[in-house]
Nanobody, 124 residues
Framework: QVQLVESGGGLVQAGGSLRLSCAAS????????LGWFRQAPGKEREFVAT????????AYADSVKGRFTISRDNAKNTMYLQTNSLKPEDTAVYYC?????????????????WGQGTQVTVSS
């Protein structure tokens, strides 16, 4: 099975940017479509973005479209989430997830492996 470790979170002012990383180990990341989800305090975990196994297909939640960009470097076994124009409502723990399919999914239940999360806090 694959292990996922997120990094890159932190405290940033509104309008700022962060680049989150998700490093995979244990099995080649080329076996998996990947996704980012987030969970704010008191709220359910929600879909943010997903990318296909080869990187050619992506999808985003409406709330982040145009501000966030998902990408992957299969040679480095790593996925990224570039977050720009951050808003206080983006504050959450961000999780990466993997599914052993060619295409990603917006549904949490479709993912088999999860990381521990990285905290993103956006101050106003």
């Amino acid at each position: 099975q694959v292990q996922l470790v997120e990094s890159g979170g932190g405290l940033v002012q509104a309008g700022g940017s962060l680049r989150l990383s998700c490093a995979a180990s244990g099995r080649p990341v080329t076996m998996y479509a990947l996704g980012w989800f987030r969970q704010a305090p008191g709220k359910e975990r929600e879909f943010v973005a997903t990318i296909s196994r080869g990187g050619g297909s992506t999808a985003y939640a409406d709330s982040v479209k145009g501000r966030f960009t998902i990408s992957r470097d299969n040679a480095k076994n790593t996925m990224y989430l570039q977050t720009n124009s951050l808003k206080p409502e983006d504050t959450a723990v961000y999780y990466c997830a993997a599914r052993e399919r060619a295409l990603g999914s917006v549904a949490m239940r479709d993912y088999d492996y999860w990381g521990q999360g990285t905290q993103v806090t956006v101050s106003s």
